[in-house]
């Protein structure tokens, strides 16, 4: 007799045994619907059988019955069907390793027009990453074209669409579709984007990030201003800057990236700054071609390389910063205070000289940025913008500083991830009320109540320690360990526990206290009670939570 197992149905299913009338050869069974069952049906469908119903002694045809059974792999696991929310590093590994996995049902939603997240987004004048770029690639896909140690945007976006093309991910992507809403019931993901498409999943993988929500600075009459005005993360790209005065509202990394590329090419600039930031001098020299063909010629001449500068960075920076006593932490520190000896005006130096300790808010690497801000034609003001009026922006000691252009360097609302996604578990739970408070999640990647939902660099992550990219793989491999159970048939969903996520968050802010970014700075690494929002131990320990979940931390339901 077949009856609804493991896997439901979406009504009331009829009780089935298989029989040929004629012959009576195929005799009665028993299974429970599964893992296997639908591949049962199928041999007792080869092998001329018939189904009947039990009850009433009719007749069903086998593709009746498969109708209501999950479709399966060939190797006899479920054919799950993937979305995935997000077309950005996470989202093109994770489609990678599904297919590696078997499962071919993955559609990608990207809201952006083109693939690559934030590489896509920010594309202003400067733009790199602060991560070596052996290290920000993907362990699969070494790039032998790096041109230097450190890589710029347009570098990195070249190398997401390189790896998009090897392995044929953008079949998978639908563009300009923004997900705006998911809701379980009880047995699939229904979502529907901002223009009205629907869709199902049995497991949503969600790599939206964090750097997408724009922070927008509440300065008194922005909208009065006469010239340009735009973020950093929608740059102008018609504008020409020749001969123009630009404004440059923060001090963080967009900031200081965009002062040193634009600062020969103005007539004059003003960076306005709140805070002062400490600077990590970056030596960014250039791979030489010897170098390069050596990477082409033996791939593993560069993964060599990338596992020896991931032990580099995990034993040096991404420890230090957990251990705000480290020996570490202190030479970082001394090397961001030589650097800032550089700046030899003694008033200038002063004022960009920083309040805090390095590394307390997100560490800026950056080669040329005290070079340029000594330039004749850059200045520095450290008073505060009392408002922003037609001609320029006017600061609290009554002095209008006149500017054609206004950039603002001001990042972004690091805290909303799948935010202001609707997200509606089977019994109701609300992300919306879950997080009402704040963002929480279990290793930052699921939410109690929200069944297969997992959040790649999702909450209180690793996101100021590792390499994103080290971090997306680590997590994306652990969520499909968890995936590997619901297609073999072992649970049909799974969320962490309330008590395991409380647990882990307890543990998560006894630890945090420990760390650089809890000794007295505002930054956006803290929440709302001065917690930092971030892993708060060694990447070891990251690397061995990540290795096998721990299914006594979930509620699994068949």
């Given at each position: 007799?077949?009856?609804?197992?493991?896997?439901?149905?979406?009504?009331?299913?009829?009780?089935?045994?298989?029989?040929?009338?004629?012959?009576?050869?195929?005799g009665d069974y028993s299974v429970t619907?599964?893992?296997?069952?639908?591949?049962?049906?199928?041999?007792?469908?080869?092998?001329?059988?018939?189904?009947?119903?039990?009850?009433?002694?009719?007749?069903?045809?086998?593709?009746?019955?498969?109708?209501?059974?999950?479709?399966?792999?060939?190797?006899?696991?479920?054919?799950?069907?993937?979305?995935?929310?997000?077309?950005?590093?996470?989202?093109?590994?994770?489609?990678?390793?599904?297919?590696?996995?078997?499962?071919?049902?993955?559609?990608?939603?990207?809201?952006?027009?083109?693939?690559?997240?934030?590489?896509?987004?920010?594309?202003?004048?400067?733009?790199?990453?602060?991560?070596?770029?052996?290290?920000?690639?993907?362990?699969?896909?070494?790039?032998?074209?790096?041109?230097?140690?450190?890589?710029?945007?347009?570098?990195?976006?070249?190398?997401?669409?390189?790896?998009?093309?090897?392995?044929?991910?953008?079949?998978?992507?639908?563009?300009?579709?923004?997900?705006?809403?998911?809701?379980h019931d009880g047995h699939r993901w229904?979502?529907?984007?901002?223009?009205?498409?629907?869709?199902?999943?049995?497991?949503?993988?969600?790599?939206?990030?964090?750097?997408?929500?724009?922070?927008?600075?509440?300065?008194?009459?922005?909208?009065?201003?006469?010239?340009?005005?735009?973020?950093?993360?929608?740059?102008?790209?018609?504008?020409?800057?020749?001969?123009?005065?630009?404004?440059?509202?923060?001090?963080?990394?967009?900031?200081?990236?965009?002062?040193?590329?634009?600062?020969?090419?103005?007539?004059?600039?003003?960076?306005?700054?709140?805070?002062?930031?400490?600077?990590?001098?970056?030596?960014?020299?250039?791979?030489?071609?010897?170098?390069?063909?050596?990477?082409?010629?033996?791939?593993?001449?560069?993964?060599?390389?990338?596992?020896?500068?991931?032990?580099?960075?995990?034993?040096?920076?991404?420890?230090?910063?957990?251990?705000?006593?480290?020996?570490?932490?202190?030479?970082?520190?001394?090397?961001?205070?030589?650097?800032?000896?550089?700046?030899?005006?003694?008033?200038?130096?002063?004022?960009?000289?920083?309040?805090?300790?390095?590394?307390?808010?997100?560490?800026?690497?950056?080669?040329?940025?005290?070079?340029?801000?000594?330039?004749?034609?850059?200045?520095?003001?450290?008073?505060?913008?009392?408002?922003?009026?037609?001609?320029?922006?006017?600061?609290?000691?009554?002095?209008?500083?006149?500017?054609?252009?206004?950039?603002?360097?001001?990042?972004?609302?690091?805290?909303?991830?799948?935010?202001?996604?609707?997200?509606?578990?089977?019994?109701?739970?609300?992300?919306?009320?879950?997080?009402?408070?704040?963002?929480?999640?279990y290793l930052s990647m699921a939410v109690?109540?929200?069944?297969?939902?997992?959040?790649?660099?999702?909450?209180?992550?690793?996101?100021?320690?590792?390499?994103?990219?080290?971090?997306?793989?680590?997590?994306?491999?652990?969520?499909?360990?968890?995936?590997?159970?619901?297609?073999?048939?072992?649970?049909?969903?799974?969320?962490?526990?309330?008590?395991?996520?409380?647990?882990?968050?307890?543990?998560?802010?006894?630890?945090?206290?420990?760390?650089?970014?809890?000794?007295?700075?505002?930054?956006?690494?803290?929440?709302?009670?001065?917690?930092?929002?971030?892993?708060?131990?060694?990447?070891?320990?990251?690397?061995?939570?990540?290795?096998?979940?721990?299914?006594?931390?979930?509620?699994?339901?068949?």
């Amino acid at each position: 007799m077949l009856t609804a197992g493991t896997t439901g149905w979406s009504k009331a299913p009829p009780n089935f045994f298989g029989r040929n009338a004629a012959s009576g050869s195929c005799g009665d069974y028993s299974v429970t619907l599964g893992h296997g069952s639908t591949l049962w049906v199928k041999q007792l469908a080869t092998r001329g059988c018939r189904l009947t119903d039990c009850r009433t002694g009719a007749w069903a045809t086998v593709p009746d019955v498969l109708a209501h059974m999950p479709d399966l792999l060939s190797d006899g696991r479920r054919d799950l069907r993937f979305v995935v929310i997000g077309a950005g590093v996470s989202g093109i590994l994770a489609v990678i390793r599904l297919r590696e996995r078997g499962f071919q049902n993955v559609t990608v939603y990207e809201k952006a027009s083109r693939l690559g997240g934030t590489w896509h987004d920010n594309r202003y004048p400067g733009v790199a990453c602060d991560v070596p770029s052996v290290l920000y690639s993907y362990s699969f896909a070494p790039n032998p074209e790096w041109s230097r140690r450190f890589s710029s945007g347009a570098e990195i976006q070249a190398y997401l669409e390189k790896v998009a093309t090897d392995f044929d991910v953008e079949q998978s992507i639908v563009y300009d579709e923004e997900v705006i809403q998911a809701i379980h019931d009880g047995h699939r993901w229904h979502l529907r984007t901002d223009s009205g498409r629907d869709d199902e999943a049995d497991v949503i993988l969600a790599a939206t990030g964090i750097f997408h929500h724009l922070f927008m600075p509440a300065l008194d009459g922005l909208g009065d201003f006469s010239g340009d005005v735009f973020h950093t993360a929608s740059w102008n790209e018609s504008l020409s800057l020749d001969g123009r005065r630009v404004g440059i509202v923060g001090t963080g990394s967009s900031a200081v990236q965009t002062v040193g590329a634009i600062v020969d090419e103005v007539d004059a600039l003003v960076l306005f700054q709140r805070t002062a930031q400490w600077v990590l001098p970056q030596n960014n020299n250039v791979y030489t071609d010897e170098e390069k063909a050596a990477f082409r010629s033996d791939p593993a001449i560069q993964i060599r390389l990338h596992d020896e500068v991931s032990e580099l960075f995990a034993e040096g920076f991404a420890n230090a910063v957990v251990d705000a006593e480290s020996p570490a932490l202190a030479k970082i520190a001394q090397m961001c205070h030589e650097n800032l000896l550089t700046v030899t005006d003694p008033d200038l130096r002063a004022r960009l000289t920083p309040d805090h300790r390095a590394a307390c808010k997100r560490l800026v690497v950056a080669e040329g940025f005290y070079d340029a801000i000594q330039r004749p034609n850059a200045s520095l003001v450290s008073e505060g913008i009392a408002r922003i009026e037609t001609g320029g922006v006017r600061t609290v000691d009554g002095v209008l500083h006149e500017i054609d252009v206004l950039v603002l360097a001001t990042g972004f609302q690091v805290d909303q991830f799948l935010r202001p996604m609707e997200v509606v578990g089977p019994t109701g739970v609300k992300l919306s009320e879950a997080w009402a408070e704040r963002p929480i999640a279990y290793l930052s990647m699921a939410v109690p109540g929200l069944p297969n939902l997992f959040m790649v660099n999702g909450p209180n992550g690793p996101v100021g320690n590792f390499s994103l990219i080290e971090v997306a793989e680590l997590q994306v491999e652990y969520s499909l360990q968890l995936v590997d159970y619901i297609a073999a048939g072992d649970f049909r969903l799974v969320a962490p526990s309330v008590e395991a996520t409380e647990s882990h968050e307890e543990a998560r802010i006894q630890a945090a206290g420990k760390t650089v970014w809890a000794t007295g700075c505002k930054s956006w690494y803290l929440d709302d009670r001065g917690v930092p929002m971030a892993w708060p131990w060694s990447f070891r320990e990251f690397q061995r939570r990540m290795s096998t979940p721990d299914l006594d931390s979930y509620v699994l339901t068949n």
